[in-house]
C-alpha cells in the first residue's frame, strides 16, 4: 500500500519561496512518476508538475521558470521548489503517485494535501 505524506506549505508573501516534500511508502518509488496537482477553491485539480522514473520533468505554463520539481530515489521523496509565488499560486497542493500496473497502465495514488498561501 502507498502512502504520501506532504509538507512543507504554508503562508507567504508574493515574490516568496516555499520547498514542498513528499515522502512515499513502499519500495516502488524509483519506477513511478511523480507529480504535484494543486487545486484552488472553486477550480478544478491541475497538474502543476511531474518527473517520470528517468528525470524527465513537465511543467503548466504558469509555473514555468518559477517552480522546480526534483526527486530523490533514496529516500523516496519528491520535491516542488516554488519561487517567485504569486497570489493565483494560492491552493492546496497535492502529491500524485503514478504506479505502473498490468492490464490499466497506471494506478494513481494521492496525498492528503497541503495549503499554500501566498499573500499579495
Known amino acids: 500500500q502507498v502512502q504520501l505524506v506532504e509538507s512543507g506549505g504554508g503562508l507567504v508573501q508574493a515574490g516568496g519561496s516555499l520547498r514542498l516534500s513528499c515522502a512515499a511508502s513502499?519500495?516502488?518509488?524509483?519506477?513511478?512518476?511523480m507529480g504535484w496537482y494543486r487545486q484552488a477553491p472553486g477550480k478544478q485539480r491541475e497538474l502543476v508538475a511531474s518527473?517520470?522514473?528517468?528525470?524527465?520533468?513537465d511543467y503548466a505554463n504558469s509555473v514555468k521558470g518559477r517552480f522546480t520539481i526534483s526527486r530523490d530515489n533514496a529516500k523516496n521523496t519528491v520535491y516542488l521548489q516554488m519561487n517567485s509565488l504569486k497570489a493565483e499560486d494560492t491552493a492546496v497542493y497535492y502529491c500524485?503517485?503514478?504506479?505502473?500496473?498490468?492490464?490499466?497502465?497506471?494506478?494513481?495514488?494521492w496525498g492528503q494535501g497541503t495549503q499554500v498561501t501566498v499573500s499579495s
Open positions: 500524485n503517485q503514478k504506479v505502473p500496473v498490468l492490464v490499466t497502465g497506471t494506478q494513481d495514488y
Open positions: 513502499g519500495s516502488i518509488f524509483s519506477i513511478s512518476t
Open positions: 518527473i517520470t522514473r528517468g528525470g524527465s520533468t
